[in-house]
């Protein structure tokens, strides 16, 4: 039993920022990896950002400068700091989190449920 819970959208004037949160919980016993994607109306979803385990961090060329994301210093969180938001950025961002559980052994992709992001023009 895993869950993913996000926090942090809403609508922002261009030029703003938000902050996105994601935090797993439930029977984690470790988190290979954790990212950000998005998916706005008729494009494909779309990765934004991602974090390993060795704070090895990776973004999409159309977010890099502006997006930051982070561990959290509370245990399996990871945060997406958005600035200087565009129109464009507007999307349903979903947080994706690999997380292997002891019991049973396994490893599964997990997602939220997604949080809306809206940046007006």
């Known amino acids: 039993q895993v869950q993913l819970v996000e926090s942090g959208g809403g609508l922002v004037q261009a030029g703003g920022s938000l902050r996105l949160s994601c935090a797993a919980s439930?029977?984690?016993?470790?988190?290979?990896?954790m990212g950000w994607y998005r998916q706005a109306p008729g494009k494909q979803r779309e990765l934004v950002a991602s974090?390993?385990?060795?704070?090895?961090?990776t973004y999409a060329d159309s977010v890099k400068g502006r997006f930051t994301i982070s561990a959290g210093d509370a245990k399996n969180t990871v945060y997406l700091q958005m600035n200087s938001l565009k129109p464009e950025d507007t999307a349903v961002y979903y947080c994706?989190?690999?997380?292997?559980?002891?019991?049973?052994?396994?490893?599964?992709?997990?997602w939220g449920q997604g949080t809306q992001v809206t940046v007006s023009s």
């Open positions: 994706n989190a690999a997380i292997t559980t002891l019991r049973p052994l396994r490893t599964y992709d997990h």
């Open positions: 439930g029977s984690v016993f470790s988190i290979d990896a």
């Open positions: 974090i390993t385990g060795g704070s090895s961090t």
